[in-house]
């Protein structure tokens, strides 16, 4: 008995010298090796190393490798018919970008301080810009500016400022301010806020937002401007605008002009022989993708224009030009053409990484890949559609927010449903719809032809809805409708029907103010939230245009020639 202890405890002697020498061994080759080195001791417990977080996106962007698909019940082939592409006056049958086309968050879209097309950016987000006060929850007209009226070859005579004829509003960076013609004192002002507004009588005016002084002589292009233009992201003093009708000078077609002097540098759709629709009018304001320098526009001839611009600014000299070497269309042919339902896009488009979304006067909401010209998904919205389709993200996913016309004699003579839908941006599936029944008049349509606006900040929960006449010939509703389901929040009746878009914007804390315009030329202002009203103003004449607002200021057009500058305070 005493062996078997004393040989347990000699084992066991053994076994510790074994430890202390194989650990003495691993620490003298761990210090041999240098810091850099490690060696895991084996008699170590064994620890579960803690993973890497991956990385997480915020919940308001579209993730990169997003793709866009169709469904069985958004294929294309349920609707189209037919497309076809043409690079620099050549068909060709596949089509390869010579750049692609990717497109960011709206609020990426340019660092320009101001508004810069409508509804500012890719996503179409809004139409204000800054910090509101509202602390009197007062309105006053502060200016007022007189426009003019042009009268076309076939009689029709055009007024003051149409739909959808939004200003844009801008601070230009100093070096760009100098180059410019504007008057001395401008060229002199430290942090000018330039009002550009494009009218129906032909000409585009220059306005400093404080004074309502004009900035510069008005620019006298001669076609009636209805759209919206653009200005260039990247800061260049470049003008992008599409003419609405013919006019004694020509066909109606688009233009890129020089800020800098006043110069028509390019046009483009006039007596285009690639388009099915011979009507080369432009209401949509474009879009400029700034890093392959790509000009994106609609047209009511049923084409889209992706135009290469080459362009070139050089503030030292101060110079600006465009040299366009790649021309693309793409062109599209409906089930529905042939009746009453029209090829073209009035909108202004939405676009999200490289896919582009726009709804046409046939009454199909469509998603086309940028980079390969194919049509991903379509959607049928039923009618003539004028309102622009507006993109919010949602915990990373995109949805669009769009309506549609009651064109008089499609659908109905008398009444019709319009429906509001929120439409997902991947699949073009209806996520939900929202009715209202609306009337027409010939030549003045009913249902939604302002364009949604999407809550932010304390009403980020939903978008607000212009309906134009209903419940009667005469009247309108603004709605606030939630964004989760498509519930009616509030609605704001009207005596007056509108046609223009309503602005949200917001003070220091986040709250979310709604300026609404309408057709019997009132500016109401309403508590986002509630739907209360805050403030009215009659503007003494017709208002078809969509304000935009640029801190204190709101500026609108009118179609009894005015274009007017509101003090909020």
């Known amino acids: 008995m005493i062996f078997v202890l004393e040989l347990l405890l000699l084992v066991g002697l053994v076994a510790l010298l074994t430890v202390f020498v194989t650990k003495s061994i691993l620490l003298h080759t761990a210090q041999a090796q240098g810091p850099d080195q490690s060696v895991t001791d084996p008699l170590a417990p064994v620890q579960t190393p803690t993973p890497t977080p991956e990385p997480t996106l915020p919940p308001w962007v ?12 958004t294929h294309p082939s349920n609707l189209i018919v037919e497309t076809a592409v043409e690079v620099d006056g050549e068909r060709v049958e596949t089509y390869t970008p010579t750049r692609e086309i990717s497109f960011g968050a709206g609020e990426a879209y340019t660092e320009i301080q101001g508004i810069i097309g409508f509804r500012g950016d890719n996503y179409r987000s809004g139409a204000a810009y800054g910090i509101t006060t509202m602390t009197n929850k007062t309105l006053a007209a502060d200016w007022s500016v007189n426009t003019g009226t042009l009268t076309a070859p076939d009689g029709n005579t055009w007024t003051g400022s149409g739909w959808t004829g939004q ?13 410019m013609n504007l008057y001395d004192w401008a060229k002199n002002t430290p942090g000018l806020k330039e009002v550009i507004y494009a009218c129906m009588d032909g000409y585009v005016y220059f306005i400093d937002l404080d004074s309502g002084e004009k900035t510069r002589d008005p620019l006298n292009i001669g076609y009636t401007f209805k759209g919206t233009p653009a200005l260039d992201p990247r800061g260049y003093p470049l003008l992008y605008l599409g003419s609405g009708y013919h006019s004694g000078r020509g066909t109606s077609r688009a233009f890129v002009v020089s800020l800098i002097d006043g110069e ?33 526009h609609p047209g009511e001839n049923g084409i889209l224009y992706l135009i290469h611009l080459n362009s070139k600014y050089d503030p030292d000299a101060g110079t600006v030009s465009v040299d366009p070497d790649e021309v693309v269309k793409w062109r599209y042919k409906s089930t529905r053409n042939g009746s009453q339902y029209w090829l073209g896009m009035e909108d202004s488009p939405v676009v999200w990484n490289g896919y582009i979304v726009m709804a046409d006067n046939g009454g199909q909401l469509m998603c086309l890949d940028l980079n390969t010209l194919e049509l991903v998904w379509v959607q049928d919205v039923l009618d003539d559609t004028n309102c622009t389709p507006v993109l919010d993200v949602e915990d990373g996913h995109p949805y669009v927010y769009i309506s549609t016309s009651f064109h008089e004699g499609w659908r109905s003579w008398t009444q019709a449903t319009i429906p509001v839908w929120k439409i997902d941006a991947v699949t073009g599936e209806i996520v939900w719809q929202t009715d209202y029944t609306c009337c027409t008049e010939s030549g003045v349509s009913g249902g939604v032809q302002g364009t949604i606006a999407v809550g932010k900040g304390d009403c980020a929960d939903r978008i607000f809805v212009p309906v134009a ?16 389901t498509g519930e009616k929040l509030w609605e704001f009746p009207t005596k007056m029907y509108s046609w223009s878009s309503p602005v949200d914007f917001y003070d220091a804390n986040g709250k979310c103010y709604i300026a609404y315009t309408t057709f019997g030329g009132y500016l109401y202002i309403l508590d986002g939230k509630t739907g209360e009203e805050l403030a009215s103003l009659d503007l003494g004449g017709k208002v078809e245009a969509s304000p935009a607002v640029y801190n204190d200021y709101l500026v609108v057009g009118q179609r009894n020639c005015k274009i007017q500058g509101i003090k909020i305070s």
């Not at 200003?167 to 180059?179: A, F, K, R, S």
């Not at 006449?469 to 989760?484: E, F, Q, R």
């Open 62 to 73: 579209i993730p990169a490798e997003l793709e866009a698909v169709a469904t069985e019940e």
């Open 167 to 179: 200003p844009l509003i801008v601070e230009w960076d100093v070096e760009t301010q100098q180059n």
């Open 264 to 296: 028509v540098l390019y046009t483009y759709g006039n007596g285009d022989r690639f388009a099915l629709r011979d009507w080369s009018m432009f209401d949509a304001s474009p879009l400029i993708d700034a890093e392959t320098d790509t000009l994106i």
């Open 469 to 484: 006449k209903t419940p009667n010939v005469s009247a309108g509703i603004l709605a606030a409708l939630d964004k989760k």
